[in-house]
């Protein structure tokens, strides 16, 4: 199996724009998670779904990040307008309920806003 | 609520020391446990889990015990190498329907040659 695919691996954008951050959790997988990870603040969870549907996004810091999940295969993290203390290293991770509890991790995309 | 706390890093060891990084948990009920593992620029891995009281997971030389007595999951290896120097995070299995799992804070871990 390819294992959890990021997409992009580093971005550097400019605060105010838009940034999309893309996943493709690995075949079969029922959860996915999405992760900010900080110095400061360690390891975030933003927001999980199941089934393609959000389940709990009590983790989104802002309006500004909103995620999607059209289909079982493909999910994007978006912020719009991106700003500098957006700055991380986001990862995406899937898991399967009737196969364990153990998440399997993307390598992340690092987000640069300037 | 549940929660999990590690011992704070960074752990600075010469290669083939002994290696314990304590994990303490707060949960209801019987939570799975696990440890994950974070090289340089990586995602997190799962290293080893256990899912009852007693149970002894292991993998790459590591290993933690479940003990629901002491409420706690430390990691060890006996003879660490300069190659496991990584962040080392606990986690536990949040209960109910759902995947979600509760990280620590997670533990740096340098080895030095």
Known sequence: DAGVIQSPRHEVTEMGQEVTLRCKPISGHDYLFWYRQTMMRGLELLIYFNNNVPIDDSGMPEDRFSAKMPNASFSTLKIQPSEPRDSAVYFCASSHREKGLEQYFGPGTRLTVT | ?113
């Open chain 2, 1 to 113: 609520g549940d929660s999990v706390t590690q011992m704070e890093g960074p752990v600075t060891l010469s290669e083939e020391a002994f290696l314990t990084i304590n994990c303490t948990y707060t949960a209801t009920g019987y939570p799975s446990l696990f440890w994950y593992v974070q090289y340089p620029g990586e995602g997190l891995q799962l290293l080893l889990k256990a899912t009852k009281a007693d149970d002894k997971g292991s993998n790459k030389g590591f290993e933690a015990t479940y003990r629901k007595e002491t409420t706690s999951f430390h990691l060890e290896k006996g003879s660490v190498q300069v190659s496991d120097s990584a962040v080392y995070f606990c986690a536990l299995h949040y209960g109910g329907a759902t995947n979600k799992l509760i990280f620590g804070t997670g533990t740096l871990l340098a080895v030095q040659p």
